[in-house]
């Protein structure tokens, strides 16, 4: 089993930055392949972005390509998102999760593990 918990969260204006992390321990961090996910008020968990398991390999929602950038240092056991050019739209808690299988997949139901989440809101 890996625990997973979020931090960098924030309020901030409309085209500012933000850059959240993901701390994991447990097992190691790097037999799991990564996401974030982000869920706002009464909508859906959506797909934010993926990464491999040695990073090799991303994959973005077409939201964020061009301003999100994931990343993760397994030797730190922590996956980061960098938020640029932030938008009102993006204001939503961000999830990050794990699954043990290699290949990308953007379905939550499809992720083994999950942390408690970070509040991001964004001000027009």
């Known amino acids: 089993q890996v625990q997973l918990v979020e931090s960098g969260g924030g309020l901030v204006q409309a085209g500012g930055s933000l850059r959240l992390s993901c701390a994991a321990s447990g097992r190691t961090f790097s037999n799991y392949a990564m996401a974030w996910f982000r869920q706002a008020p009464g909508k859906e968990r959506e797909f934010v972005t993926f990464i491999s398991r040695i990073g090799d390999r991303t994959y973005y929602a077409d939201s964020v390509k061009g301003r999100f950038t994931i990343s993760r240092d397994n030797a730190k056991n922590t996956m980061y998102l960098q938020m640029n050019s932030l938008k009102p739209e993006d204001t939503a808690v961000y999830y990050c999760?794990?699954?043990?299988?290699?290949?990308?997949?953007?379905?939550?139901?499809?992720?083994?593990?999950w942390g408690q989440g970070t509040q991001v809101t964004v001000s027009s």
């Open positions: 999760a794990a699954q043990i299988r290699a290949w990308y997949t953007d379905k939550p139901e499809e992720y083994n593990y």
